[in-house]
């Protein structure tokens, strides 16, 4: 896939600045990824960036994602230790769930200082690339208390702290990082998940790309969902047969590609295709079974 050259937007550098200066302020990290694609949506700044932080990786979307690649993931990511869970922050457990799973990280910082006759309150960061969901995470952990609370001293103007339990505050702006684009498949998979913004990639090479992917990760949900796509398609007619599934077919018969592409890549974006994962953890680790 073409590399786009300049996509990588100002407000991220800003991001990255408002992130560093807020860092020592914060006890855990939370970092977001999108299940269907963890390492292409992991940045590689994590581990240097929050080095010295209590994370939790957070594998979220999960229900877009297939449910056993979802635990060979996390069986993955434990032996590695890293703590990590799924979640799905559109979800009606997502609040509940996080501050379990940020109460459980920080459990043996709060109960050392405690020790020392000193009540933490534990400060929690979300973060991640763009469109992992942090926002919404952000907004189902705060709730309507977001409002309520003040602007405290040292933190980047605007930014605000919100209570969460008596001992547990989020910070309501998303820790925001850029996706790492130097592998190609990794960056492919971004923009089959969207976090590359559409404009700066060709929409229908890029839509063809993902029915070919498709077509080899889950090809029955494929088939079914766009009838006139089969096993004997050519990878160069993929999106044509998509249009003439849907007849999106425009004057003196022509297919609309354009409006295939887009139907492809919302209807994968969305779930609607199949829950599919586009990574798989690595063999080796293959043995380790999720508890
Ligand atoms: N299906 C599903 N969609 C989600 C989930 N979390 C977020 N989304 C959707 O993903 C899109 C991006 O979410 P947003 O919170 O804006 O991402 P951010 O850029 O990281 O802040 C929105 O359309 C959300 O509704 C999830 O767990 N499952
Ligand atoms: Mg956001």
Redesign the pocket.
């Known amino acids: 896939m073409e590399q786009p050259i300049n996509w990588y937007p100002g407000h991220m550098a800003k991001a990255r600045r408002m992130l560093e200066d807020n860092l020592r302020l914060i006890d855990v990290v939370c970092e977001?990824v999108d299940a269907r694609a963890p390492e292409a949506s992991r940045n590689p700044d994590f581990d240097a960036l929050f080095q010295n932080k209590t994370r939790v990786l957070l594998m979220?979307?999960?229900?877009?994602a297939d449910p056993a690649t979802n635990k060979r993931w996390i069986a993955y990511y434990k032996q590695k230790g890293v703590e990590a869970a799924e979640?799905?922050?559109?979800?009606a457990n997502a609040r509940a769930q996080t501050v379990r799973l940020i109460e459980r990280a920080s459990a043996e910082q709060v109960k050392k200082l405690e020790e020392k006759g000193v009540k933490k309150t534990v400060r929690v960061l979300v973060a991640?690339i763009?469109?992992?969901?942090?926002?919404?995470?952000i907004n189902r952990v705060a709730g309507e208390k977001r409002a309520q609370t003040g602007d405290k001293p040292g933190v980047t103007k605007g930014k605000q702290w919100v209570k969460i339990t008596p001992h547990l505050e989020l910070l309501d702006s998303?820790g925001l990082l850029w996706p790492k684009l130097g592998d190609d498949t990794l960056a492919e998979h971004l923009a089959f998940l969207g976090s590359i913004n559409d404009e700066i990639l060709d929409l229908e090479t890029l839509a063809g790309r993902l029915l070919q992917t498709l077509r080899i990760l889950a090809p029955d949900a494929l088939f079914a969902r766009y009838k006139k796509l089969t096993a004997d398609t050519p990878d160069g007619a993929l999106l044509e047969a998509v249009a003439r599934s849907r007849g999106f077919i425009v004057k003196g018969g022509e297919i609309d590609a354009e409006r295939a592409a887009r139907i492809v890549l919302d209807e994968y974006r969305?779930?609607k295709i199949a829950k599919v994962s586009l990574e798989q953890p690595p063999k080796e680790e293959d043995h380790a079974e999720a508890q």
Do not use: F
């Open positions: 977001l979220n979307k999960s229900d877009l979640i799905v922050s559109t979800g991640g763009p469109n992992v969901g942090k926002s919404t995470l998303p969305a779930g």
